[in-house]
């Protein structure tokens, strides 16, 4: 059976009410051997925490999302660190810049960004990054608050190969989800092509993104196995070897024990 790595979700997302246990469930069935949830403001935190409790095959990120980084408040970047301690959490994120959505300042994003960087560097945990509409500044950056340091994940990459390489360049590992598996997909499907073996993710985002045939519908951590299968004809690999190599690649990057 093909074992897999949902290296981000949002399982406790309120679409989830209805049926988390039984999507978790399918999750499993569909061989996602581990699943990262991810917390990225005040609300999400502790759901995501309570998960990763919950389940001993889920675990956490914690961060700021740059389009609630106006929200953050005296205190928040101390909770986040309180945290890094806790045994399932294991990376800071989601964070970074987002330029699509008008919700945040961009210099209120670049700061909380910076900020959340800087307490990786201190804690020694890798990052996930949302980058959206946002390249040049998220890869400058991330240079000038060597996250090189840490690593992490530029998470749903949508970026140019030229943007790829110079986050390769920085000890960062370049992850998929669900659009890379659609028809017009070119630029994210040359990417994905052009990725060492070695620094290859897969996700799902849930319950954001879903892959085909599903686009357009509540996407869940089970569809990774729709992923792999994508990223496995880009790379003309069987989804066996797709899921091999992605799971190694998530657990050194989050370095679990093996």
């Not at 946002?134 to 608050?145: G, S, T």
């Amino acid at each position: 059976m093909v074992t897999l790595i949902d290296t981000h979700t949002h399982m406790d997302n309120h679409k989830f009410d209805n049926d988390r246990d039984e999507a978790i469930a399918r999750a499993r069935e569909a061989g996602v051997e581990l699943m990262i949830n991810i917390g990225f403001d005040r609300e999400t935190i502790p759901t995501t925490m309570a998960l990763a409790e919950k389940y001993d095959f889920i675990y956490a990120a914690v961060g700021w999302h740059p389009v609630e980084s106006i929200h953050m408040q005296p205190g928040d970047l101390e909770w986040i660190e309180s945290l890094m301690s806790h045994p399932k959490v294991v990376a800071i994120g989601e964070i970074g810049l987002d330029y699509h959505w008008d919700t945040s300042p961009k210099d209120v994003q670049q700061r909380v960004f910076r900020e959340q960087i800087q307490l990786a560097r201190k804690v020694g945990k890798p990052i996930v990054i949302h980058n959206r509409d946002a390249h040049e500044d998220v890869v400058r950056i991330l240079k000038e608050e060597k996250a090189e340091e840490v690593g992490g994940v530029m998470h749903c990459f949508s970026g140019s190969w030229e943007t790829a390489k110079a986050c390769l360049d920085m000890n960062f590992y370049i992850s998929f989800g669900g659009p890379v598996s659609f028809t017009n997909a070119k630029v994210p499907k040359d990417v994905l092509a052009k990725v060492p073996d070695d620094r290859l993710l897969i996700e799902t985002d849930s319950p954001y993104l879903a892959p085909h045939p599903f686009r357009g519908k509540r996407n869940e951590s089970a569809y990774v196995a729709l992923v792999a299968e994508a990223a496995a004809a880009i790379k003309g690999k069987t989804v066996e070897e797709i899921g091999y190599l992605t799971s190694v690649n998530a657990k050194n990057c989050f370095r679990f024990e093996r």
